[in-house]
């Protein structure tokens, strides 16, 4: 059984900073990507940002220069911290990440956290 568990999201004003975190647990072999995707009211979900097993990061155009993904993999954990925020970041968080449980695994398979709320506002 795995969990990603988030936490970090709240209320912020504009031009504030959050930071989230997400931790991995449970029978986990190895990890690849990580990362983060969103979910505003009445939008789809998006993706945000993504981190590699060799630490190579990925960012949706609308986050570049303002968040900055990062992972520790002793702790199986992810990170957004957010700088610069805006109303339109407002959303419902969720983090992700592509686990091998055993070895004879050939392929990941993609496990989700249960999303945090972040809301920018004044």
């Known amino acids: 059984q795995v969990q990603l568990v988030e936490s970090g999201g709240g209320l912020v004003q504009p031009g504030g900073s959050l930071r989230l975190s997400c931790a991995a647990s449970?029978?986990?072999?190895?990890?690849?990507?990580m990362g983060w995707h969103r979910q505003a009211p009445g939008k789809e979900r998006e993706f945000v940002a993504r981190i590699s097993s060799d630490s190579g990061t990925t960012y949706v155009d609308s986050v570049k220069g303002r968040f900055t993904v990062s992972r520790d993999y002793a702790k199986k954990s992810v990170y957004l911290q957010m700088n610069s925020l805006r109303p339109d970041d407002t959303a419902v968080y969720y983090c992700y990440a592509d686990i091998r449980r055993y070895w004879w695994e050939n392929l990941s398979t993609t496990y989700w956290g249960q999303g945090t709320q972040v809301t920018v506002s004044s």
């Open positions: 449970g029978s986990i072999f190895s990890i690849n990507s």
